[in-house]
């Protein structure tokens, strides 16, 4: 194999590396086992390793490394509280279209906010489906809506159960028609209003019923069921996104509740955060994130 010659620059990193590994760590590697070393990492990031080996054992469908068929891996570094930098690029080639998602690309996971977390992790088996459909929102070659499509469908080809990915999908659908502006967005925003308010006015019902008895509580659990089946039908307005339309409605129906709920407990901790940081910590080493608000 032919020698390799690697940049002035390259070699003063190496050197500075070398240096620092010594002083700090007491490392006695020389310096051309760190650049066997590094062949090994730069292998691993656009090769990958197989199951067994190191190499995910958990298959990632169409999802493969950069320069292989091996299954594609996630490593990021983290630039902020919600922010992350893809270390390792991925490409997704499902026969039909192919896309590549370099390393350095920015990503906050699955776009979760904190209140829902609690139904839908922005990470775990759907975390390279959400990288792509970052990705895809600055590829010019594929619109917000087949961006979406896309999302719920590659999140079934890595195993993602089918009522989650649905429901993903509903989620980033309505944010996408909300983002469209105009007649969409009104829409969207009327939806999310109508049956959020729906749902409560229900939780209600459905509270009062329980504590009444068996004749309000079935009354109370058939207002449901016709709400949910008025959401269906009336969910002829968005066209051929009716399904997204009903799905958001019935997610609506179903959620809403809990949501407030986490809401005003999650409220509830953010408050007494604040007093706690406020009260207990002197000001030079309050919590710089909530030294703003304070």
Same mark, same amino acid.
């Given at each position: ?10 070699? +003063? ?24 070393? &590094? ?32 299954? +594609? ?97 509903? &989620? ?28 409560? +006015? ?68 953010? +408050? ?23």
């Amino acid at each position: 194999m032919a020698q390799v010659t690697i940049t002035e620059e390259s070699a +003063a990193l190496l050197h500075e590396l070398w240096e620092g590994m010594r002083d700090q760590h007491g490392e006695d590697r020389t310096e051309a086992q760190l650049v066997d070393d &590094a062949i090994r990492r730069v292998h691993r990031g656009f090769f990958g390793r197989p199951p067994g080996g190191g190499g995910p054992d958990q298959p990632t469908g169409p999802f493969f490394k950069w320069a292989s068929g091996r299954s +594609a891996e996630v490593l990021l570094r983290q630039v902020d509280a919600t922010t992350f930098r893809l270390s390792q690029p991925f490409r997704y080639d499902d026969g039909r279209r192919r896309f590549n998602v370099p390393e350095d690309d920015v990503t906050d996971l699955a776009s979760v906010p904190r209140f829902l977390t609690w139904l839908v992790p922005r990470y775990g088996r759907h975390t390279l489906a959400a990288l792509l459909h970052d990705h895809l929102q600055d590829d010019d070659r594929v619109s917000s809506e087949e961006a979406d499509l896309l999302f719920r469908d590659s999140m079934g080809e890595i195993g993602v159960p089918l009522a989650r990915r649905w429901l993903m999908w509903a &989620a980033v659908g309505l944010r996408t028609e909300k983002n469209r502006g105009g007649w969409r967005m009104v829409r969207a925003v009327a939806w999310v209003v109508l049956f959020a308010a729906a749902a409560l +006015a229900l939780s209600v019902g459905l509270v009062a019923g329980a504590l009444s008895g068996w004749g309000p509580l079935l009354t109370a659990v058939g207002a449901v069921a016709g709400v949910v089946v008025g959401a269906l039908v009336v969910s002829v307005v968005w066209g051929r996104l009716w399904a997204l339309g009903s799905l958001t409605a019935v997610g609506l129906v179903f959620f809403s509740l809990p949501v407030l709920l986490v809401l005003i407990a999650l409220g509830g901790y953010l +408050a007494l955060e604040w007093a706690v940081e406020r009260v207990a910590v002197r000001s030079p080493h309050r919590n710089p994130v909530l030294a703003r608000n304070l």
